[in-house]
């Protein structure tokens, strides 16, 4: 998520067209006939993101086994 905040391109995208395809089974992102419509889907996604958490580094706190063991705790998997 922080990738395009910072102006990397997306990985993955995914555009649908929930009117005509409900299931979403057909991904509009990867054609050249949708590019007007990702980039403004891009701009709301970033405007939004940013307005839910301001413009500072997000406060997550990371738990898996790796971010623990960087803290000295060893996490036995059960």
Do not use: C, H
Not at 39 to 55: C, F, P, Q
């Amino acid at each position: 998520m922080e990738g395009p905040l910072q102006g990397e391109p997306a990985v993955y995208e995914e555009l649908f067209d929930l009117k005509n395809d409900p299931e979403e089974t057909t991904n509009l992102a990867m054609g050249d006939t949708n590019t007007q419509m990702l980039e403004k889907m891009r701009t709301v996604w970033k405007k939004e993101i940013k307005n839910a958490r301001g413009s500072d580094a997000p406060q997550v706190l990371r738990y898996t086994s790796d971010s623990e063991s960087e803290r000295g705790m060893i996490i036995d998997p059960k």
